[in-house]
Protein backbone atom coordinates (compact mmCIF):
# COMPACT_ATOMS: atom_id res chain seq x y z
CA UNK A 1 0.00 0.00 0.00
CA UNK A 2 1.29 3.51 -0.66
CA UNK A 3 0.68 6.55 1.55
CA UNK A 4 1.10 10.25 0.69
CA UNK A 5 1.78 12.69 3.87
CA UNK A 6 1.20 16.71 3.09
CA UNK A 7 2.98 17.87 6.34
CA UNK A 8 1.53 21.60 6.06
CA UNK A 9 -2.53 21.82 5.71
CA UNK A 10 -2.36 25.37 4.97
CA UNK A 11 0.42 28.05 4.12
CA UNK A 12 0.53 31.42 2.76
CA UNK A 13 2.96 33.34 0.77
CA UNK A 14 3.32 36.93 -0.69
CA UNK A 15 2.71 37.58 -4.38
CA UNK A 16 6.12 37.64 -6.14
CA UNK A 17 7.61 35.51 -3.60
CA UNK A 18 8.84 31.96 -3.57
CA UNK A 19 7.11 28.95 -1.24
CA UNK A 20 7.89 25.21 -1.24
CA UNK A 21 5.54 22.53 -0.55
CA UNK A 22 6.10 19.51 1.76
CA UNK A 23 4.91 16.23 0.57
CA UNK A 24 6.43 12.60 2.04
CA UNK A 25 5.44 8.89 0.99
CA UNK A 26 5.70 5.53 1.15
CA UNK A 27 6.10 2.62 -1.54
CA UNK A 28 7.82 -0.52 -1.55
CA UNK A 29 7.11 -0.43 -5.32
CA UNK A 30 10.31 0.11 -7.54
CA UNK A 31 8.40 1.79 -10.33
CA UNK A 32 6.35 4.68 -9.38
CA UNK A 33 5.43 8.10 -10.62
CA UNK A 34 4.85 11.17 -7.82
CA UNK A 35 2.12 14.29 -9.25
CA UNK A 36 1.61 17.57 -7.80
CA UNK A 37 -2.19 18.65 -8.56
CA UNK A 38 -3.71 21.73 -8.23
CA UNK A 39 -7.26 22.46 -7.62
CA UNK A 40 -8.87 25.64 -7.30
CA UNK A 41 -11.85 26.90 -5.88
CA UNK A 42 -13.25 25.84 -9.03
CA UNK A 43 -12.70 22.44 -7.63
CA UNK A 44 -11.26 21.20 -10.88
CA UNK A 45 -7.99 18.98 -10.35
CA UNK A 46 -5.51 20.45 -12.79
CA UNK A 47 -2.06 18.86 -13.19
CA UNK A 48 0.91 21.10 -11.94
CA UNK A 49 4.15 18.50 -12.18
CA UNK A 50 4.80 14.83 -12.72
CA UNK A 51 8.08 12.96 -11.86
CA UNK A 52 9.29 9.48 -13.24
CA UNK A 53 10.79 7.71 -9.81
CA UNK A 54 13.61 6.46 -12.25
CA UNK A 55 14.34 10.17 -13.29
CA UNK A 56 17.02 11.50 -11.08
CA UNK A 57 16.89 14.79 -12.72
CA UNK A 58 13.96 17.38 -10.81
CA UNK A 59 11.26 18.13 -12.98
CA UNK A 60 10.28 21.67 -14.08
CA UNK A 61 7.11 23.32 -15.44
CA UNK A 62 7.98 26.95 -15.88
CA UNK A 63 7.46 28.91 -12.49
CA UNK A 64 7.19 25.43 -11.03
CA UNK A 65 9.48 22.94 -10.07
CA UNK A 66 9.79 19.70 -7.67
CA UNK A 67 13.05 18.63 -5.31
CA UNK A 68 12.81 14.67 -5.64
CA UNK A 69 14.91 12.73 -3.17
CA UNK A 70 14.34 9.36 -3.73
CA UNK A 71 16.23 7.76 -0.75
CA UNK A 72 14.04 9.97 2.16
CA UNK A 73 10.75 9.46 -0.14
CA UNK A 74 10.50 13.57 -0.37
CA UNK A 75 9.08 15.45 -3.00
CA UNK A 76 8.67 19.48 -2.45
CA UNK A 77 6.94 21.73 -5.19
CA UNK A 78 8.74 24.72 -5.10
CA UNK A 79 6.69 27.67 -6.40
CA UNK A 80 8.56 31.09 -7.86
CA UNK A 81 6.91 34.10 -8.23
CA UNK A 82 4.16 33.47 -7.16
CA UNK A 83 0.98 34.69 -8.62
CA UNK A 84 -2.47 35.25 -7.32
CA UNK A 85 -4.26 32.50 -9.45
CA UNK A 86 -1.58 30.06 -7.71
CA UNK A 87 -4.29 30.23 -4.76
CA UNK A 88 -5.57 26.52 -4.55
CA UNK A 89 -5.37 23.49 -2.65
CA UNK A 90 -1.96 21.44 -3.69
CA UNK A 91 -2.45 17.43 -3.72
CA UNK A 92 0.64 15.24 -3.71
CA UNK A 93 -0.25 11.97 -5.34
CA UNK A 94 1.70 8.86 -5.96
CA UNK A 95 0.98 6.07 -8.57
CA UNK A 96 2.37 2.50 -9.37
CA UNK A 97 1.16 -0.02 -11.48
CA UNK A 98 1.51 -2.44 -8.76
CA UNK A 99 -2.37 -3.30 -8.07
CA UNK A 100 -2.72 -3.61 -11.95
CA UNK A 101 -3.67 0.08 -12.29
CA UNK A 102 -2.18 3.36 -11.85
CA UNK A 103 -4.29 4.18 -8.85
CA UNK A 104 -3.89 7.28 -7.67
CA UNK A 105 -3.15 8.16 -3.66
CA UNK A 106 -3.23 11.37 -2.22
CA UNK A 107 -2.39 13.40 0.36
CA UNK A 108 -4.48 15.59 2.35
CA UNK A 109 -3.26 18.81 0.78
CA UNK A 110 -2.09 22.12 1.38
CA UNK A 111 -4.17 24.86 0.94
CA UNK A 112 -2.12 27.85 -0.33
CA UNK A 113 -2.54 31.21 -0.10
CA UNK A 114 -1.12 33.88 -2.33
CA UNK A 115 -1.43 37.52 -0.74
CA UNK A 116 -1.14 40.92 -3.03
CA UNK B 1 -8.65 17.91 -27.75
CA UNK B 2 -11.02 18.28 -25.48
CA UNK B 3 -11.01 17.83 -22.25
CA UNK B 4 -12.45 15.09 -19.55
CA UNK B 5 -16.30 15.93 -19.62
CA UNK B 6 -18.55 15.38 -16.75
CA UNK B 7 -22.67 15.18 -16.53
CA UNK B 8 -24.68 16.04 -14.27
CA UNK B 9 -22.33 18.87 -12.69
CA UNK B 10 -24.73 19.18 -9.54
CA UNK B 11 -27.34 16.71 -8.69
CA UNK B 12 -29.65 16.96 -5.21
CA UNK B 13 -30.80 13.27 -4.54
CA UNK B 14 -32.46 11.73 -1.20
CA UNK B 15 -31.58 9.07 0.99
CA UNK B 16 -32.73 6.06 -0.71
CA UNK B 17 -32.69 7.06 -4.24
CA UNK B 18 -30.23 5.81 -6.42
CA UNK B 19 -28.01 8.09 -8.89
CA UNK B 20 -25.59 7.51 -12.05
CA UNK B 21 -22.96 9.90 -13.29
CA UNK B 22 -21.22 10.11 -16.71
CA UNK B 23 -17.64 10.55 -17.49
CA UNK B 24 -16.56 11.01 -21.15
CA UNK B 25 -12.47 11.12 -21.27
CA UNK B 26 -10.34 12.71 -23.33
CA UNK B 27 -10.39 11.42 -27.02
CA UNK B 28 -8.23 8.51 -26.93
CA UNK B 29 -7.95 7.61 -23.62
CA UNK B 30 -8.98 4.22 -22.64
CA UNK B 31 -8.49 3.97 -18.59
CA UNK B 32 -11.21 5.92 -16.51
CA UNK B 33 -10.86 5.98 -13.36
CA UNK B 34 -13.46 7.37 -10.50
CA UNK B 35 -12.62 9.21 -7.31
CA UNK B 36 -14.98 10.47 -4.12
CA UNK B 37 -13.66 13.34 -2.26
CA UNK B 38 -15.16 14.66 0.80
CA UNK B 39 -13.63 17.06 3.81
CA UNK B 40 -13.19 14.57 5.98
CA UNK B 41 -11.60 11.66 3.77
CA UNK B 42 -10.31 13.47 1.39
CA UNK B 43 -9.40 12.13 -2.26
CA UNK B 44 -10.59 8.36 -2.35
CA UNK B 45 -10.07 5.77 -5.10
CA UNK B 46 -13.12 4.24 -6.32
CA UNK B 47 -12.31 2.25 -9.17
CA UNK B 48 -10.73 2.21 -13.02
CA UNK B 49 -11.38 0.62 -15.65
CA UNK B 50 -9.87 0.11 -19.43
CA UNK B 51 -10.67 -1.53 -21.90
CA UNK B 52 -14.13 -1.91 -21.01
CA UNK B 53 -12.72 -3.89 -17.73
CA UNK B 54 -12.64 -3.04 -14.38
CA UNK B 55 -9.04 -2.94 -13.55
CA UNK B 56 -8.75 -2.19 -9.99
CA UNK B 57 -11.37 -1.30 -6.77
CA UNK B 58 -11.36 0.77 -3.85
CA UNK B 59 -12.79 0.12 -0.80
CA UNK B 60 -16.15 1.21 -1.36
CA UNK B 61 -19.82 -1.00 -0.54
CA UNK B 62 -20.85 -2.98 -3.55
CA UNK B 63 -23.69 -0.03 -3.20
CA UNK B 64 -20.95 1.60 -5.65
CA UNK B 65 -20.63 0.22 -9.45
CA UNK B 66 -19.46 1.40 -12.55
CA UNK B 67 -18.84 0.58 -15.97
CA UNK B 68 -17.16 1.72 -19.00
CA UNK B 69 -18.30 1.17 -22.68
CA UNK B 70 -16.71 0.34 -26.04
CA UNK B 71 -16.52 4.19 -26.75
CA UNK B 72 -14.09 4.48 -23.67
CA UNK B 73 -16.98 6.49 -21.77
CA UNK B 74 -17.78 5.49 -18.23
CA UNK B 75 -20.64 5.26 -16.34
CA UNK B 76 -20.89 5.15 -11.96
CA UNK B 77 -24.05 4.02 -9.83
CA UNK B 78 -24.78 4.65 -6.65
CA UNK B 79 -27.98 2.88 -5.17
CA UNK B 80 -29.54 3.54 -1.87
CA UNK B 81 -28.25 6.29 -1.29
CA UNK B 82 -27.10 7.39 1.97
CA UNK B 83 -26.22 10.96 3.86
CA UNK B 84 -22.36 10.14 3.96
CA UNK B 85 -22.39 9.86 0.08
CA UNK B 86 -22.60 13.41 -0.17
CA UNK B 87 -19.37 14.49 -1.99
CA UNK B 88 -17.51 15.63 -5.00
CA UNK B 89 -17.00 13.24 -7.63
CA UNK B 90 -14.54 13.32 -9.65
CA UNK B 91 -13.53 10.99 -13.41
CA UNK B 92 -9.69 10.98 -14.62
CA UNK B 93 -8.87 9.92 -17.62
CA UNK B 94 -5.24 8.52 -18.40
CA UNK B 95 -3.56 7.83 -22.51
CA UNK B 96 -2.23 4.35 -20.55
CA UNK B 97 0.80 4.85 -22.93
CA UNK B 98 4.20 2.80 -22.08
CA UNK B 99 5.58 6.09 -19.54
CA UNK B 100 2.66 8.14 -19.78
CA UNK B 101 -0.15 7.36 -16.98
CA UNK B 102 -1.07 10.58 -16.02
CA UNK B 103 -4.18 11.33 -15.29
CA UNK B 104 -6.46 14.17 -15.99
CA UNK B 105 -9.34 15.30 -14.25
CA UNK B 106 -13.17 16.34 -15.28
CA UNK B 107 -14.44 18.92 -13.32
CA UNK B 108 -16.83 16.94 -11.14
CA UNK B 109 -20.41 15.96 -10.34
CA UNK B 110 -21.29 17.25 -6.75
CA UNK B 111 -23.77 15.00 -5.30
CA UNK B 112 -25.56 15.97 -2.14
CA UNK B 113 -27.95 13.46 -0.48
CA UNK B 114 -30.78 14.80 1.37
Known amino acids: AQTVTQSQPEMSVQEAETVTLSCTYD???????LFWYKQPPSRQMILVIRQEAYKQQNATENRFSVNFQKAAKSFSLKISDSQLGDTAMYFCASASPGAGSYQLTFGKGTKLSVIP | KAGVTQTPRYLIKTRGQQVTLSCSPISGHRSVSWYQQTPGQGLQFLFEYFSETQRNKGNFPGRFSGRQFSNSRSEMNVSTLELGDSALYLC?????????????FGPGTRLLVL
Open chain 1, 27 to 33: TSENNYY
Open chain 2, 92 to 104: ASSPTLAGDETQY
